[in-house]
């Protein structure tokens, strides 16, 4: 079946560090990619999305690419903001269409920036 | 927009108590989901909707209930609650079934049973 793995953290980084979170995944067909961001005390929400091989998806200094040769879709952001901690989720979605959409979301990564 | 809206943010239910999660959300959306996020294992779908009176199982809808009369609602019902019901609860919503489609998440529901 469809899986996501992601490391769980803390990553601890400081303020203006590149931050990477790493994110693979196995999929039958060719699955959408996401990344969904959990500030503290809220709901998942869309960070960015690619939906087809080598589409680079991109929000607020965030970026990931779409690679299908090495399964991947890898998190980075330049220079990190205390603002942006919060956990962030790497998931696929199948695209069979199967009267829902079928999400598979990895552990979640924490991520804490310190002034 | 509220967007998607959840109640009660936090409770403690005994073992043998029930209760029901609150979900609305007013985007129209015909497609809804409950989730359950527990430490280290991501989300897992307990129940899903695709319209109002339509509803079915997810991964793992044992000791739950749903039901959606209307578009806006979908509330997730705890029967005869359990320690392994701790946890915190999801409700989510789209647009569409397609591969491609972003899901709306709420702010979530912490569960504690004791």
């Known amino acids: 079946g469809d899986s996501v793995t992601q490391m769980e953290g803390p990553v601890t980084l400081s303020e203006e560090a590149f931050l990477t979170i790493n994110c693979t995944y196995t999929a039958t067909g060719y699955p959408s990619l996401f990344w969904y961001v959990q500030y503290p005390g809220e709901g998942l929400q869309l960070l960015l999305k690619?939906?087809?091989?080598?589409d680079k998806g991109s929000n607020k200094g965030f970026e990931a690419t779409y690679r299908k040769e090495t399964t991947s879709f890898h998190l980075e952001k330049g220079s990190v903001q205390v603002s942006d901690s919060a956990v962030y989720f790497c998931a696929l979605s199948d695209p069979e269409q199967r009267g829902y959409q079928k999400v598979t979301f990895g552990i979640g990564t924490k991520l804490q920036v310190i002034p | 927009n509220a967007g998607v809206t959840q109640t009660p943010k936090f409770r403690i239910l005994k073992i043998g108590q029930s209760m029901t999660l609150q979900c609305t959300q007013d985007?129209?959306?015909?497609?809804m989901y409950w989730y359950r996020q527990d430490p280290g294992m991501g989300l897992k779908l307990i129940y899903y909707?695709?319209?109002?009176?339509?509803?079915d199982k997810g991964e793992v809808p044992n000791g739950y209930n749903v039901s959606r009369s209307t578009t806006e609602d979908f509330p997730l019902r705890l029967e005869l609650a359990a320690p392994s019901q701790t946890s915190v609860y999801f409700c989510?919503?789209?647009?569409?079934?397609?591969?491609?489609?972003?899901?709306?998440f709420g702010p979530g529901t912490r569960l504690l049973v004791l």
């Open positions: 985007m129209n959306h015909n497609y």
């Open positions: 690619a939906t087809k091989a080598d």
């Open positions: 989510a919503s789209s647009s569409g079934q397609g591969g491609t489609e972003t899901q709306y």
């Open positions: 909707s695709v319209g109002a009176g339509i509803t």
